[in-house]
C-alpha cells in the first residue's frame, strides 16, 4: 500500500502483543486515520463513503427482511405484505431496503460522474476504475434479482423481459439462447423456481460487492486520491490527513444524505417504486407497460432504440462495459476538465443523455420517443468513441497550477502546516 | 483514537464532541427496529390467547388444542378420576410445586392448585413433557395411560397421575398448567 | 469557482436548446389521451398526515354495505379494525362484528370441515370461494381485491416532460403519494351515461376516470344519497360515501401510515439538528487549511 510513515504508536500491552503478531490497528491506522488525502478535495469525493455506508445498510435490511420473507411463488408477494403490516417495524425496514437501492445507485452515478469529469479514470488509476466498473454491474445484477422479489406484477415481468433478451442468442446459434433461458428459469417460464434461485444469488451478491469494494479501496489507497486538480500530491502540503479532515467531511456529507434518504423512507417509501408492484404476479396478464426502476432506464432506453434484438440487447451491455475502456479511449494529457475548455461541454452534453434517455426509458417506444432514443444513444456511444479520443487531441488544455496548495492558496500561497504526513513524491 | 494533529485541540472541541455524541446516540437508537423486528410480530400476538369451547367435551372425554405452537390438554375429568387427583399425598410427589403458571412457583401440588374453584373437573394443561420435550400419551381413549391413570410419555416412560404430576419416569416436573380463565361457564380464554 | 458557475449557465443554455427541440419533436407523442385525475384534500397526507378515525368507520360501513359484495379486502384481519392508527372500533364490536361471519374450521376428527365463527385472527372473509367463481359471476371480470387498490393505482400525470422536474421536486417536498387513493375516489364517482357517439361494449359501464373509459364495474352508487346509512351526523350523500371509503382503503393498504410519518417527524427533527452539529464540527476541523 502506499508508502508513508505510520503515526501508529500501541499504547497498550494488548495493542502491543497484536502488533507483533498481526499488525492490523497498525494497517487501519495508516490507511484510515494518517491517510493523505488532496486537501483540495470537494463534495463530490464524499460519495465513497456514502456508497459503503449504503451497502452496509442495504446488506443489514436485507438480511433482516430474509428473516421475514418467503421466497415462494405462493408465499412471496404475502410474506412481504406481512412484513409491510404485522413484522415490528418491518415497514422500516421494507422501506430502507427499498429506498436505499434507490439511494445507492443515485449516489454511484454521482460517484461515476465525478470520476468523468476530472478524470479519475486515467493512469494510474485504470485497475481502480475497472474494478469499479465491475462493482457498478454487480449492482446492476443485485438489484435486477432483488426487484423480482416482492412477486408483483412488476418483478415478474421484469424478470421475464430481461431474461428472454438472452434468447437474442438464438440469432447467432440457433437453439443456445433458449437453453440458456430454460437454464436462468429452471423451468420453461419464469416460476416459483426461478424467484427461489433469484433470492439466493440476491443473498449472495452482496458480499461479492463488499469483496470487490475491497479491493476497490485497497487500489484507491495504492495510487491515491485523484482530486479536482487532477494533479498528484507533491508535497506535505498538498494534502491533509483522512482522519479528522476527511473523516468529518464524509460524515458531515452523509448526514445530509442520509435526510433525503429519511425523506423518502418516511414520506414517501413509494414515489421510485411503480404502483403495478402491488398487484401479485400474474402470468396471465402483463402490465400495459413494463417500465424497470428509474436507475436502469437509460440502458433501457438503449436496449429499445436498437430495433434489431440482438443488437440492442449487445448495445445496452456495451454502454456500460465501454467504461473499462475509457483510460485509454481519452487521449488527453490533463486530466480534470476544470483544465479542458472543449471537453467539459460534452461531458455536461453527455450528463444531458444520460437524462434524456433515463427519461425516454420511462416513455412507450412510439412515435417521437423512439427516434429520439435513436439519437441520443448514438450520442452515448460517440461521447466515448469519437469525441473523448479527438478532443483529447485537439482542444489546448487551460492553464495549470504547479500545485495541489497552489490551486488552493494561489501562486503566491504559503504552505500551512496541518501536520499531515508526508507523501513521498512520485517517481 | 488520540488526536496526533499538532493543533491537539481540533478532537476536543465542544463542538466536535457535541457532534460526535449526538451522531452516536442517533445510531445507537437505530438499531432499535433491526433488534425489535425479531420479537413476536403482531399476527403472533394477536394468536397468543385462545378461546376454546368446552361444551362439547363431554364426561371423561379429553382434546388437545394449539395455543402458541404448543399442543394444551384439556381433559373433562370424570369424578374418579377427580377423586385419584385429590387422594394423592404431597410425599408421595416427586415435584412438591404446583406448576401453574397464575400462581407462585411455592405453590403446593395440590391438585385444587392446579384447576380453578368449581371447575375442579376440568384439567388444562401444556402437554409437552417435562422430561425432552415429547408429547404424552393419554387424550386418546385408546392411548395408554401409564401406571397413574393420567398421561404416559413414551419416549423415555414418564407417568403422570390425573392431576399432570409427575410420579415415575426421569421427567422431573409436572406438566405445566398455562394462564387461562373461563369467560363464560362453558368457555375458557388461555394466554 | 468562475468555470464552475460559466459551466452552470452553459448547462443551462443547452438545456433550454434541447428543451425547445425535443418539445417540437414531441408534441405529437404526447397527445395521447389520458384522464385527468384531480387531488383530493386528505387528513392523510403530507407530513403531519393522520387517519380521521370517524372517517374510517364511516369507510367501513360503506365498503360492508356497499362494496363487500363483489370485492374481498383478505389483507385485512378482523383484529386490525380495533388496532390504533385504524378505524379504531372498540374490541368487542369487532369480536361481535367477526362472530356474525361464518368461516371454514380446522377439519375435525371425521375429517369434515364444518363453518364456525370467525375470531380476531380471521382475515376479512372473501365474497368468493376462488377466482372462478368471482369471474362467473361478474361476466367475466374479475373484481380486484382492494386491500391495495390505492396502492395499486396511480394518478399519472401527464405532463410535457419540460415540466417533469418541477412537478418532481413539488411532489417530493409536499411528500405526496396519494395519487392511488386520488384516483380511486375519481374512478367511483367517474360514472356517468356514455357522450354521444361512444359505444359501449356488452357489460361495459362508461367512466371518465378509467383509462378507455369502458369498465366492467357498475356504479357502485347507483342508489344515489342516503344509500348507507351515517350514525355520526354526516350528510348521507355519495361525495361523502366516496370520500369516506376511499380513506377506508387507504388505511386498509397503508395501515402503517400514521406510525410512519410520526416517527418520520423525529427522525427528521434529528437529523437537521445532528447535520448542523456535524456542519460546524466539520468547519472547526478544517479552519487551518482553507
Not at chain 1, 28 to 40: L, S, V, Y
Not at chain 1, 305 to 311: C, E, G, S, T
Not at chain 2, 28 to 46: C, G
Request: aromatic share 12%; net charge positive; glycine share 8%.
Amino acid at each position: 500500500m502506499a508508502s508513508h510513515e505510520s503515526s501508529y504508536r500501541p499504547t497498550n500491552r494488548l495493542s502491543k502483543w497484536l502488533d507483533a503478531r498481526l499488525p492490523i490497528q497498525r494497517m487501519m491506522h495508516a490507511q484510515f486515520i494518517d491517510f493523505p488525502t488532496p486537501r483540495n478535495i470537494n463534495y463530490l469525493w464524499t460519495t465513497g463513503g456514502l456508497l459503503s455506508f449504503f451497502l452496509g445498510v442495504q446488506l443489514l435490511t436485507g438480511i433482516v427482511l430474509a428473516m421475514h420473507y418467503a421466497p415462494t411463488a405462493a408465499d412471496a408477494f404475502n410474506s412481504v405484505e406481512h412484513i409491510r403490516r404485522d413484522v415490528n417495524y418491518g415497514w422500516l425496514m421494507r422501506n430502507m431496503h427499498a429506498v436505499g437501492a434507490s439511494m445507492f445507485f443515485l449516489a454511484v452515478y454521482i460517484h461515476i460522474g465525478r470520476g468523468l469529469y476530472y478524470g479519475s479514470y486515467k493512469a494510474p488509476r485504470e485497475v481502480l476504475w475497472i474494478i469499479g466498473v465491475v462493482i457498478f454491474l454487480l449492482m446492476m445484477a443485485t438489484a435486477f434479482m432483488g426487484y423480482s422479489l416482492p412477486w408483483g406484477q412488476m418483478s415478474f415481468w421484469a424478470v421475464t423481459v430481461i431474461t428472454n433478451l438472452f434468447s437474442s442468442i438464438d440469432s447467432i446459434i440457433p437453439g443456445l439462447g433458449t437453453r440458456i433461458v430454460q437454464w436462468l428459469w429452471g423451468g420453461y417460464s419464469v416460476s416459483g423456481t426461478t424467484l427461489t434461485r433469484f433470492f439466493s444469488l440476491h443473498y449472495l451478491l452482496p458480499f461479492v460487492i463488499a469483496g470487490a469494494v475491497v479491493l476497490h479501496i485497497w487500489a484507491l489507497h495504492v495510487v491515491g486520491q485523484n482530486n479536482p486538480t487532477g494533479l498528484e500530491i507533491k508535497t506535505a502540503s498538498d494534502s491533509v490527513p483522512m482522519s479528522p479532515h476527511a473523516v468529518t467531511k464524509d460524515i458531515f456529507a452523509l448526514s445530509v444524505f442520509v435526510m433525503l434518504f429519511a425523506w423518502f423512507v418516511f414520506y414517501l417509501p413509494d414515489y421510485l417504486g411503480h404502483p403495478d408492484n402491488y398487484i401479485e404476479a400474474n402470468p396471465l396478464s402483463t402490465p400495459p407497460h413494463i417500465v424497470p426502476e428509474w436507475y436502469f432506464l437509460p440502458y433501457y432506453a438503449i436496449l429499445r432504440a436498437i430495433p434489431n434484438k440482438l443488437l440492442g440487447v449487445v448495445a445496452m451491455f456495451a454502454s456500460i462495459i465501454i467504461l473499462c475502456f475509457t483510460p485509454w479511449l481519452d487521449t488527453s494529457r490533463v486530466r480534470s476538465s476544470k483544465y479542458r475548455p472543449v471537453y467539459k461541454w460534452f461531458f455536461w452534453l453527455f450528463v444531458i443523455t444520460v437524462i434524456a434517455l433515463g427519461y425516454l426509458g420511462s416513455k412507450p417506444p412510439e412515435g417521437a420517443y423512439v427516434l429520439w432514443a435513436r439519437i441520443f444513444t448514438a450520442y452515448y456511444f460517440m461521447h466515448f468513441l469519437i469525441v473523448m479520443p479527438i478532443v483529447g487531441v485537439m482542444e489546448t488544455p487551460s492553464r495549470m497550477p504547479r500545485s495541489i496548495t497552489e490551486a488552493v492558496l494561489g501562486s503566491s500561497g504559503q504552505p500551512v502546516n496541518v501536520g499531515a504526513p508526508a507523501a513521498p513524491p512520485r517517481h | 483514537m488520540a488526536s496526533h494533529t499538532e493543533d491537539g485541540s481540533n478532537r476536543r472541541d465542544f463542538i466536535v464532541v457535541a457532534a460526535q455524541a449526538f451522531a452516536g446516540v442517533g445510531t445507537a437508537i437505530a438499531l432499535w427496529p433491526f433488534i425489535h423486528q425479531m420479537n413476536p410480530d403482531a399476527s403472533t400476538q394477536a394468536a397468543a390467547s385462545l378461546e376454546v369451547d368446552l361444551a362439547p367435551v363431554k364426561d371423561g372425554q379429553a382434546i388437545t388444542v394449539m395455543w402458541r405452537g404448543k399442543p394444551v390438554f384439556i381433559r373433562n375429568r370424570s369424578k374418579e378420576e377427580v377423586k385419584q387427583a385429590l387422594d394423592v399425598k404431597l410425599a408421595d410427589l416427586v415435584d412438591i410445586s404446583a406448576r401453574n403458571d397464575a400462581l407462585p412457583e411455592k405453590t403446593p401440588a395440590l391438585d385444587a392448585n392446579r384447576t380453578k374453584k368449581g371447575k375442579e373437573n376440568w384439567l388444562v394443561m401444556v402437554g409437552i413433557c417435562t422430561h425432552l420435550g415429547c408429547i404424552p400419551k393419554g387424550q386418546s381413549m385408546s392411548d395408554a395411560k401409564g401406571d397413574y391413570g393420567g398421561w404416559f410419555c413414551p419416549c423415555h416412560g414418564s407417568h403422570y397421575d390425573t392431576s399432570g404430576r409427575i410420579r415415575k419416569g426421569p421427567a422431573p416436573r409436572n406438566l405445566e398448567v398455562p394462564p387461562y380463565e373461563f369467560v363464560s361457564d362453558t368457555k375458557i380464554k388461555i394466554g | 469557482m468562475f468555470t464552475i458557475h460559466a459551466a452552470k449557465k452553459g448547462v443551462s443554455a443547452l438545456l433550454l436548446a434541447v428543451a425547445l427541440m425535443v418539445s417540437a419533436g414531441m408534441a405529437g407523442a404526447a397527445e395521447q389521451e389520458h384522464p385527468v385525475i384531480e387531488r383530493q384534500t386528505w387528513t392523510f397526507s403530507g407530513l403531519f398526515g393522520k387517519y380521521d378515525d370517524a372517517q374510517l368507520q364511516r369507510g367501513f360501513r360503506v365498503y360492508t354495505d356497499v362494496c363487500s359484495r363483489c370485492h374481498g379486502i383478505n389483507r385485512i384481519y378482523f383484529r386490525n379494525l380495533a388496532e390504533p392508527g385504524g378505524p379504531a372500533f372498540p374490541v368487542a364490536a369487532v369480536k361481535a362484528l367477526a362472530a356474525t361471519f361464518k368461516v371454514d374450521d380446522a377439519p375435525n376428527e371425521e375429517g369434515k370441515v364444518k363453518k364456525r365463527p370467525a375470531l380476531l385472527t380471521d382475515p376479512f372473509p372473501s365474497p368468493y370461494k376462488n377466482e372462478q367463481e368471482a369471474r362467473f359471476s361478474q361476466n367475466g371480470a374479475l373484481p380486484p381485491d382492494l386491500s391495495l387498490i390505492t396502492k395499486a393505482r396511480s394518478a399519472e400525470a401527464e405532463a410535457p416532460f419540460y415540466r417533469v422536474p418541477d412537478h418532481m421536486i413539488r411532489d417530493i417536498l409536499t411528500g405526496y403519494q396519494e395519487g392511488g387513493a386520488d384516483y380511486v375516489y375519481a374512478y367511483i364517482t367517474g360514472f356517468s351515461e356514455p357522450p354521444a357517439g361512444v359505444k359501449l361494449a356488452e357489460f361495459m359501464n362508461y367512466n371518465k376516470a378509467f383509462p378507455g373509459h369502458q369498465t366492467a364495474m357498475p356504479n357502485p352508487f347507483a342508489g344515489g344519497d342516503g344509500l348507507v346509512e351515517y350514525d355520526d351526523g354526516t350528510p348521507r350523500t355519495v361525495e361523502n360515501y366516496a370520500r369516506d371509503v376511499t380513506a377506508f382503503l387507504a388505511w386498509a393498504g397503508d395501515p402503517k401510515l400514521e406510525e410512519r410519518k410520526r416517527l418520520g417527524l423525529l427522525v427528521i427533527g434529528y437529523l437537521l439538528i445532528t447535520v448542523v452539529l456535524l456542519g460546524f464540527a466539520k468547519r472547526r476541523v478544517w479552519r487551518d487549511v482553507h
